[in-house]
T-cell receptor, first 118, second 111 residues
Framework: GAVVSQHPSRVICKSGTSVKIECRSL??????MFWYRQFPKQSLMLMAT?????????EQGVEKDKFLINHASLTLSTLTVTSAHPEDSSFYIC??????????????FGPGTRLTVT | SQQGEEDPQALSIQEGENATMNCSYK?????LQWYRQNSGRGLVHLIL?????REKHSGRLRVTLDTSKKSSSLLITASRAADTASYFC???????????FGGGTRVLVKP
């Protein structure tokens, strides 16, 4: 099956610094990847859709200048949290879209990155 | 925003029992998918059911879809301790659209 990796799995940073999270599709090419955020015991909230070679599409309420997304290749998308604050502490999960049958799409998820901002 | 609601929010059962959880959604869909998430981990895709399907099986999993009621159910038969996880439904719109997740059901299977 399709495998998606994320790096790092955990990161602790100080307020005001920037953190980059990588999402890779290991055995397939992904023209579209998604970035989600998940707070403890809550569901996944879509932050943005990352399209290879073009600008990301952000969901309402997500600051595009704070959460920079780059999808420079068919196997790599990066999320950079700029000027991080403690309220940015969360579990960030990426996924890659894989075409399925009859026009449907499945998403394969990375293992997530736990970000803690001190 | 979340499309659907899941019921119950939490479920505690004994090993060997069946676990049933429900998902309701609001808008028309192309497909509905169920995922499992172990604590602190990513999501694992369990099953996809298309809008023109009513029931689907995969191993000990059985998913139903009622588009007239805008609802789906996931049944795990003969549960095991390893089934302890959070389960999420997610709806997909027209081909290629993003998924919208429900709130999830936390399942605890006691040995």
């Amino acid at each position: 099956g399709a495998v998606v990796s994320q790096h790092p799995s955990r990161v602790i940073c100080k307020s005001g610094t920037s953190v980059k999270i990588e999402c890779r599709s290991l055995d397939f090419q992904a023209t579209t990847m998604f970035w989600y955020r998940q707070f403890p015991k809550q569901s996944l909230m879509l932050m943005a859709t990352s399209n290879e070679g073009s600008k990301a599409t952000y969901e309402q309420g997500v600051e595009k200048d704070k959460f920079l997304i780059n999808h420079a290749s068919l196997t790599l998308s990066t999320l950079t949290v700029t000027s991080a604050h403690p309220e940015d502490s969360s579990f960030y999960i990426c996924s890659a879209r894989v075409p399925g049958l009859a026009g449907s799409y499945e998403q394969y998820f990375g293992p997530g990155t736990r970000l803690t901002v001190t | 925003s979340q499309q659907g609601e899941e019921d119950p929010q939490a479920l505690s059962i004994q090993e060997g029992e069946n676990a049933t959880m429900n998902c309701s959604y609001k808008t028309s869909i192309n497909n509905l998918q169920w995922y499992r998430q172990n604590s602190g981990r990513g999501l694992v895709h369990l099953i996809l059911i298309r809008s023109n399907e009513r029931e689907k099986h995969s191993g000990r999993l059985r998913v139903t879809l009622d588009t007239s009621k805008k609802s789906s159910s996931l049944l795990i038969t003969a549960s095991r301790a390893a089934d302890t996880a959070s389960y999420f439904c997610a709806t997909g719109g027209a081909a290629g659209n993003k998924l919208t997740f429900g709130g999830g059901t936390r399942v605890l299977v006691k040995p």
